[in-house]
C-alpha cells in the first residue's frame, strides 16, 4: 500500500491568518482527491475535492491546490476561524479509486 | 437521513473475549468501508464492500477479524479473540458511486478498549 505524507502534523495559526496543509503521494488512480475534516468524538466528514485535471478549486475559505507532476496537492484556509479547529486529512484514491488512502492528519488550532 | 449509525459507540471488554461492531449506512449507499483510527497509524481501511459484496479485505490485520455485510442495511465487525493492540475507534463509512465525487459519510466511530 502506497504512502500518503501529510505535513505539518499540528498546526496553530492566530484568527484570520492563513492555514496551509501538504499532501504528498507516490502513485494513484485517476479520481477525485479529498480533504476530510475531523472534529473530535466525530468522523472524518469531506470538506472539499479536487479533479486530478484540474490546478486549483476553491470554495469559499477553502482552496486545494494540485501538482500532478509533483505528486503533491495542498489545502489552504484563508482567514481561519476558531471554528476551524479541527484534525484535516487528506486522501488519495487508490486501486479501481473506489478506494482511499488516507494521511495522517494534521491538527489545526486557531487561536481567537 | 440519520447518517451512518454504528453501536455500540464505546466498548470495553476483556482481552480474549468476542467483539462485534455494528453498522448501518445510509440507504442507497453501493459501498460501505471499514476504517480503524490510532494515533500511531492514523486512518487504515481494514475492508470494503460493493452491493453487500467484500471486494478488498486485505487491510484486514489477521484471521482475528472478520466482516460481513448480508443486506444492503447492515454490516459487522467482529475480533475474537480480542488483544490490547486491536484498541482503538473504528469507524464505518458508506457512499454513492463514485465514492470520489460524493465523498465518504463516516459514522461516529466506535471505541474499542481491550484490557
Known amino acids: 500500500q502506497q504512502q500518503v505524507k501529510q505535513s505539518p502534523q499540528s498546526l496553530i495559526v492566530q484568527k484570520g491568518g492563513i492555514s496551509i496543509i501538504n499532501c504528498a503521494y507516490e502513485?494513484?488512480?485517476?479520481?477525485?482527491f479529498p480533504w476530510y475534516q475531523q472534529f473530535p468524538g466525530k468522523g472524518p466528514a469531506l470538506l472539499i475535492a479536487i479533479r486530478p485535471d484540474v490546478s486549483e478549486k476553491k470554495e469559499g475559505r477553502f482552496t486545494i491546490s494540485f501538482n500532478k507532476s509533483a505528486k503533491q496537492f495542498s489545502l489552504h484556509i484563508m482567514d481561519s476561524q476558531p471554528g476551524d479547529s479541527a484534525t484535516y486529512f487528506c486522501a488519495v484514491p487508490q486501486g479501481g479509486s473506489e478506494k482511499l488512502v488516507f494521511g495522517k492528519g494534521t491538527k489545526l488550532t486557531v487561536n481567537p | 437521513d440519520a447518517g451512518v449509525i454504528q453501536s455500540p459507540r464505546h466498548e470495553v471488554t476483556e482481552m480474549g473475549q468476542e467483539v462485534t461492531l455494528r453498522c448501518k449506512p445510509i440507504s442507497g449507499h453501493d459501498y460501505l468501508f471499514w476504517y480503524r483510527q490510532t494515533m500511531m497509524r492514523g486512518l487504515e481501511l481494514l475492508i470494503y464492500f460493493n452491493n453487500n459484496v467484500p471486494i478488498d479485505d486485505s487491510g484486514m490485520p489477521e484471521d482475528r477479524f472478520s466482516a460481513k455485510m448480508p443486506n444492503a442495511s447492515f454490516s459487522t465487525l467482529k475480533i475474537q479473540p480480542s488483544e490490547p493492540r486491536d484498541s482503538a475507534v473504528y469507524f464505518c463509512?458508506?457512499?454513492?458511486?463514485?465514492?470520489?465525487?460524493?465523498?465518504?459519510?463516516f459514522g461516529s466511530g466506535t471505541r474499542l478498549t481491550v484490557v
Open positions: 463509512a458508506s457512499s454513492h458511486w463514485p465514492p470520489g465525487l460524493y465523498g465518504y459519510t
Open positions: 502513485n494513484t488512480a485517476f479520481d477525485y
